[in-house]
């Protein structure tokens, strides 16, 4: 079993910051790519950033210069910097990550969290 654990939402005014946290947990074989999607009221998830295990990054024109992805792979984590938040930043934010399992450590499954929810608002 693998589970995706994310912390650090919250309500923030506009302007402020926030720092969400996932970790990947359970039989894990290996972690490719880690993301962060989002999902407003009434919308589509959405992808915000993604980490290869390179570190190399992507992130969705809204939030480039505000928000930093980042990854600990001894920990297992990938971390979201959010800075200078708009409200329409609120959401309920996603952790996805591409892994592989010791019982299939050759086949590459997608794993999400359960979500966090982040609230901009004054």
């Known amino acids: 079993q693998v589970q995706l654990v994310e912390s650090g939402g919250g309500l923030v005014e506009p302007g402020g910051s926030l720092r969400l946290s996932c970790t990947a947990s359970g039989s894990i074989f290996r972690i490719y790519d880690m993301g962060w999607y989002r999902q407003a009221p009434g919308k589509q998830r959405e992808l915000v950033a993604s980490?290869?295990?390179?570190?190399?990054?992507n992130y969705t024109n809204t939030v480039k210069g505000r928000f930093t992805i980042s990854r600990d792979n001894a920990k297992n984590t990938v971390y979201l910097q959010m800075n200078s938040l708009k409200p329409e930043d609120t959401a309920v934010y996603y952790c996805n990550a591409k892994l592989t399992n010791h019982a299939r450590p050759m086949v590459p499954a997608g794993y999400w969290g359960q979500g966090t929810q982040v609230t901009v608002s004054s």
């Open positions: 980490i290869a295990r390179d570190d190399s990054t």
